[in-house]
Structure formats: structure tokens, C-alpha cells
């Protein structure tokens, strides 16, 4: 019986190993699917310069503040991790974790907010905190307006810190601890591989390109036109851009061998930070290269006049603003934050759409917690609503 037994149980280790080979083989297939399918947009007319472009604004103005977020976050868990405070402090209280969550998300960018996701799937924050940092981010469309109009800027990120722990806090008071999250058994792979306990390949590049390129960014960001900051030919940093945006997207296929794409890699000491942020960074730009994309083409194929939706009645604008709010990526943020500086949209319809927008936040939270991430978003249209029409009446 007990032979029997052991020969039923080695037979079942077969077969999920096997299941978890071709798994893995299928991931592998479907990266490289999407690699030479954008490959392929370069030699499709009309095409080539919509494909560069993505490719250098995913890198420059996402892929290098995701980065920079992720390496500030682990080194300061790190430098933590001996005492611990930073956990205990996040253990004491969902509130500790909202507040933290909602911080997060008003740094310009993505990067915080990917980084609380990431922290919920794995069980160390509560539900609130999610909707409290999609509440609270504006992505990448906060960099434009405070660049442009810093006093604007201060307004609208104030008002969504303060909407995004009012929301989270309301939400964990509604819901159980854990409500929404996914299975761990579903998120978590074993890195078993002893490679990457060391500075990957993947690591070495960031860690050799993450000083300059956040140099180039913040430049970018701030309006200036770097190909003339730095006396080189017009369109040199387009090129490099999108040639560095291909090198993350090929080590993001080449990284499907060892890690599934809707996984979040176990954290250890013995693993390099710079192999942690890289393997993060490739896989969110690959979703925003992809969401970019997606909306480029969308665009267009079907002849989409924002501005022109935002004529007429500003109760009107307000509501398309937030509906705007809910298309994953900073593509269509950007496009609101421009209209408002350019004086075709009220502030009001600004402030509900940065409130509803969850940026590029969206796409990693879509693959790694789906239902956490639709309620979220559901959430934050509440105050995104009550505060812009609240606005609306009061002081417009």
C-alpha cells in the first residue's frame, strides 16, 4: 500500500512538473509573439513613427520613474529590515497603510502606486490601501502640470492625497481584511534558481542606465528639449529611447523562462536590488508600451477629437474627464492635463480626472489582482465625481 501510494504521488509531481514546463513554454511563446509583433510595426507605413514614439515616451517618461521608485522603496526596506519599523509601523493599523498607500500615490509617476499593489498581493497591505493610492495618483500627468503650472499641480495632488485616504479609509471600514485578494498560490513563484540570487543581466543594465536615464527624464519632464540641451542631431533621444525600451522588452521575453507573467517574484535578501527592479520595470513598461499602443491606434483608426468633447456645458466635461480617468495608461491623462493648460477644460473636469485616473498603475494591477483592481477603480470615481462637481458649484 505505502509503495503504492509513494508511486501515485511521484506520478502527480510528473504531471505538475510537466504542466508547469509547458507553462511555461506558452508564456515564453506569447512574449516573443508580442515582441516581433512590435518589431513588425516598424516596417508597416504610417506606423514606424507611432511605434517610436511610444516606445521613447514609455521609457523615458515611465520605465525610468518606475525604476527610481523601486530602487528608493527596497533600499529603504533594506536599510530597514534589521529593525523592522517601517513593517511594524504598516502592521500597527490599516490607517498607517492607507496614509502610506495615499503618499505613494501622489509622487508624480507610477511608481508608488505599482509599488502598493505589488505590497497588497502579497498580503502586507489591506484592500484600502489599493484604493487609497489609485485614488490618490495622477501618473505621469502630474510631471506635465507641475512643470507647467505649479500652484495647479499642489492643488490637484492635495486634493487626491486627501481623497485617496478619506476613500481608503471608508472602504476598509466596508470590507474584511483581504477582501479581493488573489489566492498566493496564484502570485507567488518559486525562485528557486540560484542565478538570481546574484546581479542578473537584466540588473547590470539598470543599474548602469538608471542614473543617466532618470537625468534625461526629469529634463524631458520639465519641458526641456534635450537633443538641443545637449548639442546632438534632432531625434537622438527618440532613438535611444526606443532602442533602450526594446532592450527592456527583450529581457522581458528572455525573463519568461524563469518567471510567468502574472507573477510577483518572492523578495530576498540574497537577490540583488537591481535584479528585483529590473525584473519589475521590464514587465510594467511592457505593459505600457502595450497600452500606449493600444490607444495610438484606437486614436487613429476611429478619428477620437478630445478637445471637441469637452465643448459646451462643464458639467458635461467633468463627467467625460472622469470616464477618461478610467482607460488604463497616461496617454489620455496626458491629453486631459494639456487641454486644462491649454484653457479648454475647467479645473474641475482636471481635478475629477486626476482623481479617477489610476495611469499606468492600472495595467500591473489588472494582471496581478483583476478584481481588487476594477473595484478599486470603481471606488475612486465616488470622490473623483463628488469633489469636481463639488468644485464646480463652489468656485466656478
Known amino acids: 500500500m505505502t509503495s503504492r501510494i509513494l508511486a501515485i504521488s511521484k506520478k502527480i509531481r510528473l504531471k505538475s512538473a510537466l504542466y508547469e514546463a509547458r507553462r511555461g513554454e506558452a508564456h515564453f511563446l506569447g512574449r516573443c509573439l508580442v515582441f516581433l509583433l512590435i518589431i513588425s510595426l516598424f516596417f508597416v507605413e504610417g506606423a514606424r513613427e507611432i511605434v517610436l514614439g511610444v516606445l521613447a515616451d514609455a521609457y523615458w517618461q515611465v520605465a525610468s520613474y518606475v525604476a527610481l521608485t523601486l530602487f528608493i522603496f527596497y533600499a529603504l526596506q533594506a536599510r530597514l529590515s534589521e529593525t523592522s519599523r517601517l513593517a511594524d509601523l504598516l502592521r500597527r493599523s490599516s490607517r498607517h497603510q492607507i496614509v502610506f498607500a495615499a503618499l505613494m500615490g501622489v509622487l508624480p509617476g507610477c511608481g508608488g502606486a505599482i509599488v502598493v499593489i505589488t505590497q497588497f498581493v502579497k498580503g502586507r497591505l489591506c484592500f484600502g490601501a489599493v484604493v ?15 512643470a507647467t503650472s505649479p500652484s495647479a499641480g499642489f492643488q490637484v495632488l ?191 473636469a482636471q481635478l475629477g480626472n486626476a482623481i479617477s485616473n489610476d495611469g499606468d498603475a492600472l495595467f500591473p494591477a489588472l494582471a496581478l489582482a483583476p478584481k481588487a483592481a476594477l473595484a478599486a477603480t470603481f471606488y475612486s470615481t465616488i470622490p473623483a465625481l463628488l469633489m469636481a462637481y463639488g468644485h464646480m458649484f463652489f468656485f466656478e
Open 132 to 146: 487609497a493610492v489609485l485614488t490618490a495618483t495622477m501618473g505621469d500627468a502630474a510631471f506635465l502640470l507641475l
Open 158 to 348: 492635495s486634493s487626491c492625497f486627501l481623497a485617496g485616504c478619506f476613500s481608503g479609509m471608508v472602504v476598509d471600514r466596508a470590507h474584511a481584511e483581504g477582501y479581493l485578494r488573489p489566492e498566493p498560490t496564484e502570485l507567488v513563484c518559486n525562485f528557486g534558481d540560484e542565478g538570481l540570487r546574484r546581479l542578473d543581466k537584466q540588473g547590470l543594465f539598470w543599474m548602469l542606465v538608471l542614473v543617466p536615464t532618470i537625468c534625461i527624464a526629469l529634463l524631458g519632464s520639465f519641458q526641456v528639449d534635450v537633443d538641443i540641451f545637449f548639442g546632438v542631431a534632432p531625434g537622438t533621444f527618440l532613438w535611444l529611447g526606443a532602442i533602450l525600451a526594446m532592450a527592456g522588452l527583450l529581457f522581458w521575453v528572455l525573463g519568461s523562462k524563469d518567471d510567468s507573467c502574472n507573477c510577483v517574484p518572492e523578495e530576498s535578501e540574497e537577490r540583488h536590488i537591481f535584479s528585483r527592479v529590473a525584473q519589475e520595470t521590464n514587465q510594467v513598461s511592457t505593459w505600457v508600451i502595450c497600452g500606449f499602443l493600444l490607444f495610438e491606434f484606437m486614436v487613429l483608426a476611429f478619428g477620437l477629437d478630445f478637445a471637441s468633447m469637452f465643448s459646451g456645458i462643464p458639467a458635461f466635461a467633468i463627467l467625460v474627464a472622469v470616464m477618461v480617468g478610467w482607460i488604463p495608461g497616461c496617454g489620455p491623462q496626458i491629453i486631459m492635463t494639456t487641454l486644462f493648460l491649454n484653457g479648454a477644460m475647467p479645473f474641475s
